[in-house]
Every structure is written in structure tokens, then in C-alpha cells.
């Protein structure tokens, strides 16, 4: 691979998944909120439970 080549043979810049049959599937700016808004709502605060259980190692 070479870095210092000026030409880029693919005008993509992005990143992408590979889906089960092999193909390329761009990584959107929708797919990026939606993963985000995901985890907004699925997130929970650590416990005090988990909280002891970690300082204890």
C-alpha cells in the first residue's frame, strides 16, 4: 500500500459494514443518530452495588 499516492483510485471516504452476502453498505449519518439515540435511551447509571463490587476488584 502506498501512502504517498496523490490519486485515490475510490472517490469514497467514509466507512462502511459488510453485510452477509459481502457487500459494502455505507455508514450514514442517520444510521450514527439512530445507534446514538439507542443508547440514550437504553443507558443506566452504574449502581452502588456495581459501584462497591469494582472498588472491592
Given at each position: ?21 459481502g457487500?459494502?453498505?455505507?455508514i450514514?449519518?442517520?444510521?450514527i443518530?439512530?445507534a ?13 452495588q456495581?459501584n ?6
Open positions: 500500500m502506498n501512502l504517498n499516492n496523490t490519486t485515490s483510485p475510490s472517490p469514497f471516504h467514509g466507512a462502511a459494514i459488510i453485510d452477509e452476502q457487500r459494502e453498505i455505507p450514514t449519518e442517520e444510521m443518530q439512530r446514538c439515540e439507542h443508547l440514550e435511551n437504553h443507558w443506566q447509571y452504574p449502581t452502588a456495581f462497591r463490587a469494582q472498588k472491592d476488584g
